[in-house]
């Protein structure tokens, strides 16, 4: 049987690099233990769907998110494996189900300062009477809070705990919101 983990090499990265692009998996080439060369992000997802890898991390259990930085794999919760990861991806689709943007916009209406993503995700769970563990609780709400701060019903108040690439690319591990007053 083959390994088919798939590594990623880091190209060299011009000052101006799109930085979505980058985060995206670009600037990077790709090659399978198995000895296939995969000439861009896309054809490295493939080849780790056709083999049972996550198409995040790509089987390596984490995830490269710039050079120098890398966390556990999100989407198959560390386990580089395809199915862990559809599992966690039906249970996002049932979170967005049950944790709807109305959902959490009753919920934080009372909040009168800044409120913390985890304040707000333990609410949710306590309100709703969800069980630890069932849902992604935590990044759906992120996802919300996200949303409700583009239509501009809240401002993100919280400076990033990281810079990864400048001021472009950051990290927030716990951010604070509050409502935008008129």
Known sequence: MKKHTIVAMWEEIPDDADDLALVRGGFRTYLCLCGKSLPDR???????AETGQCTTCLGTTTEDIVPGYSQKCTACAGTGRRGAQLTWELAYVEAEMTITVQVVRDLISGFTGPFR????????RDTLRLPVGRLPVGPRVRDVLRQLEAMGELVLVSAPEQLLRGTTVVLYNDPYWEHVRN
């Open 117 to 124: 993503l985890s304040q707000v995700a333990d609410l949710v």
């Open 42 to 48: 896309a054809g490295a997802e493939q080849h780790a």
